[in-house]
């Protein structure tokens, strides 16, 4: 096999003869995407037409200038974004991405898939995200940290423990989060630990919250391959993405005894029929950042790591790497999208034909923001769970969600998306019922 050039993270989506249009599913505009999903969710729950209109925005949407002095003593002026998309449910809840390509409709996509996630895993939680656009890796630490504090304080009076409560995203991290919280208490004049999620330990992050989204994919592909009655032990898996959700994921599915054939990143794939040795590719990227290079098996292209014959494939990168023009070609039993968005609209009908479990993102990779969820109560309690706790209550909440979401597909002979859609949908809807409407 060949090795290639990462895969195109915008899908140039050419129709495919024999595959309806889907004129309504925007392949290549990620809020149009997700609405599409909550259209067809909201027509099967019958959805009040009142609480249509107010799910359909974003609650606010913010950009704010970030002007910082570069370590040169010129000054550069950056874009942030911060979108709620709705609080029905508790505080805002959703990550930060520094990225050169973030764009407001991103934003608004990944906010509004915040709002349907914290539903489905019934966490008290609304929807938030936001982004910067800037390229960290052309930003020295100090110019990094002052974009971080710049930002915090534009949007002093919008984040907070109760309203709304970032996490970390696309590059932005662990130390990231600490400099939003101390920027925030500094204001404040009080310690707000909980204003931000996946923080360091040592000032009120949680155990076992690095590993969580990983640990989620892991539950819920048991669980998945449980009920299709296939066995765990000796199942093939592939994972693309050898990042935090992927390689955490690759770990734990193989201390499950799946054999973990391939994994790739933004520099290549790795395919071995005997399995890889996770600890070891990890130590690779540890050495080398990226897995190109790395002997303990063959290169391919992320392209050909999706046509792998597989049991279970998942994807742990960056989204829309699913399409309509490669759906036909997966050849697996399970997808556990590890990533968001990583299946495009039109693609789902491709899979539902194929007859590939698919489990969605929104219940897939809830996993991180469950176990944010704990590190919130932890810091709001000011009593913190050891990491077994922290595991156990993750894999209860993870379970049941799977369980729920796959009653509302066999109770309406749904795929496990538009269940997951349906379940979240109504959830939030509900709550606007019981609130009312204020004016
Ligand atoms: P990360 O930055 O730690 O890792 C991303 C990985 O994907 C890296 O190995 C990178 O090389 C690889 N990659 C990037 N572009 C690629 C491409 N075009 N083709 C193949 N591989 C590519 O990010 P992460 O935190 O692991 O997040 C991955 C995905 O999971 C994102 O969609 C993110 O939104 C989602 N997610 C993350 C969390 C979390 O807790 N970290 C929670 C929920 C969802």
């Given at each position: 096999m060949t090795k290639n050039s990462p895969v195109d993270t915008v899908a140039s989506d050419v129709p495919v003869a024999g595959v309806a249009q889907e004129p309504n599913f925007g392949d290549d505009n990620p809020f149009e995407d997700?609405?599409?999903?909550?259209?067809?969710?909201?027509?099967?729950?019958?959805l009040d037409p009142g609480i249509y209109k107010v799910l359909r925005q974003p609650e606010k949407q913010i950009i704010v200038s970030i002007p910082i002095q570069?370590?040169?003593?010129?000054?550069?002026?950056?874009?942030?974004?911060?979108?709620?998309?709705?609080?029905?449910?508790?505080?805002?809840?959703?990550?930060?991405?520094f990225d050169p390509n973030v764009t407001i409709d991103e934003v608004k996509a990944l906010a509004a898939w915040m709002t349907w996630k914290?539903?489905?895993?019934?966490?008290?939680?609304?929807?938030?995200?936001?982004?910067?656009?800037?390229?960290?890796?052309?930003?020295?630490?100090?110019?990094?940290?002052?974009?971080?504090?710049r930002y915090t304080a534009a949007l002093i009076n919008v984040l907070g423990p109760e309203s709304d409560i970032p996490a970390p995203d696309v590059n932005t991290n662990e130390r990231?989060?600490?400099?939003?919280?101390?920027?925030?208490?500094?204001h404040k004049q009080s310690a707000s630990h909980g204003v931000v999620t996946g923080k360091p330990i040592e000032i009120g992050g949680s155990?076992?919250?690095?590993?969580?989204?990983?640990?989620?994919?892991?539950?819920?592909t048991k669980e998945a391959l449980k009920h299709l009655g296939l066995p765990v032990r000796g199942s093939?898996?592939?994972?693309?993405?050898?990042?935090?959700v992927?390689?955490?994921?690759?770990?734990?599915?193989?201390?499950?005894?799946?054999?973990?054939?391939?994994?790739?990143?933004?520099?290549?794939?790795?395919y071995n029929e005997n399995g890889i040795y996770i600890d070891e590719a990890l130590q690779w990227v540890r050495e080398n950042r990226y897995l190109d290079g790395y002997p303990g098996g063959d290169a391919i292209s992320n392209e050909e790591l999706l046509s792998l014959e597989l049991d279970v494939l998942l994807p742990a990168a960056v989204e829309n790497v699913i399409t309509r023009r490669n759906a036909a070609g997966i050849n697996t039993k399970?997808?556990?999208?590890?990533?968001?968005?990583p299946t495009t609209a039109a693609a789902d009908r491709i899979l539902e034909d194929k007859g590939v479990f698919v489990i969605p993102d929104i219940l897939a990779n809830a996993g991180g923001v469950t176990v944010s969820y704990f590190e919130w109560v932890q810091n709001r309690s000011g009593y913190f769970w050891d990491e077994k706790t922290v595991v156990d209550r993750l894999e209860a909440i993870t379970v049941r969600s799977f369980a729920d979401v796959l009653e509302v597909s066999k109770r309406h002979s749904v795929d496990m998306r538009t269940a997951a859609y349906m379940l979240s949908v109504e959830r939030v809807a509900a709550v606007h019922r019981i609130r009312g409407m204020y004016a």
């Open positions: 997700m609405m599409a999903r909550f259209d067809h969710a909201a027509e099967l729950v019958s570069l370590d040169t003593g010129d000054v550069e002026v950056f874009t942030g974004y911060r979108v709620i998309h709705n609080t029905s449910r508790g505080p805002g809840k959703g990550g930060i991405r914290c539903a489905v895993v019934n966490i008290p939680f609304g929807g938030a995200k936001g982004g910067v656009v800037c390229d960290p890796t052309k930003l020295s630490d100090a110019e990094l940290e002052r974009v971080t504090r990231v989060m600490a400099w939003i919280m101390d920027t925030y208490a500094m155990l076992g919250r690095r590993e969580a989204t990983g640990r989620g994919c892991m539950i819920v093939r898996v592939a994972v693309q993405g050898f990042g935090n992927g390689s955490v994921a690759a770990k734990l599915l193989g201390q499950e005894g799946l054999t973990v054939v391939a994994v790739s990143d933004a520099s290549t794939g790795v399970v997808i556990c999208e590890g990533a968001n968005g």
